[in-house]
C-alpha cells in the first residue's frame, strides 16, 4: 500500500515559480518511477516529469528547461521546482509512484496550479 500527498501548489503570477512536494508513505523502492502528472480542465493528464531511483530524468517537451524534479530516496519524496510558469501550466498536478515490474500505478490526490496574472 502506498499514499503520496502533495504539497505546495497556489496562485501564481506569469513568470513566477513554485514548489511541489509530494510525500510517499509505505513501501517505495528506487526501482519505482516517480513523477508529476498534470491535468487541465477538459483536457487528458499528461506526464510532465519523471525520475528514476538513479536519477535519471524525463521531461514533457512543454516544460523542458523551465522545471525540475528532484527526488530523495532516503526520505522517499519527489519535488517539482517550477520556473518561468504560463498560464498554460495552470493544472491540477499529481504526484505518481509507477512501480517495476508490475507497472502498477499509485497517484496522490492533486494539487491545484493556477497561473494568472
Known amino acids: 500500500q502506498v499514499q503520496l500527498v502533495e504539497s505546495g501548489g497556489g496562485l501564481v503570477q506569469p513568470g513566477g515559480s513554485l514548489r511541489l512536494s509530494c510525500a510517499a508513505s509505505?513501501?517505495?523502492?528506487?526501482?519505482?518511477?516517480m513523477g508529476w502528472y498534470r491535468q487541465a480542465p477538459g483536457k487528458k493528464r499528461e506526464l510532465v516529469a519523471d525520475i528514476t531511483g538513479r536519477g535519471s530524468t524525463n521531461y514533457a517537451d512543454a516544460v523542458k528547461g523551465r522545471f525540475t524534479i528532484s527526488r530523495d530516496n532516503g526520505k522517499n519524496t519527489v519535488s517539482l521546482q517550477m520556473n518561468s510558469l504560463k498560464p498554460e501550466d495552470t493544472a491540477v498536478y499529481y504526484c505518481?509512484?509507477?512501480?517495476?515490474?508490475?507497472?502498477?500505478?499509485?497517484w496522490g490526490q492533486g494539487t491545484q496550479v493556477i497561473v494568472s496574472s
Open positions: 509505505g513501501n517505495i523502492y528506487t526501482s519505482d518511477v
Open positions: 505518481n509512484v509507477r512501480r517495476w515490474p508490475s507497472a502498477y500505478y499509485y
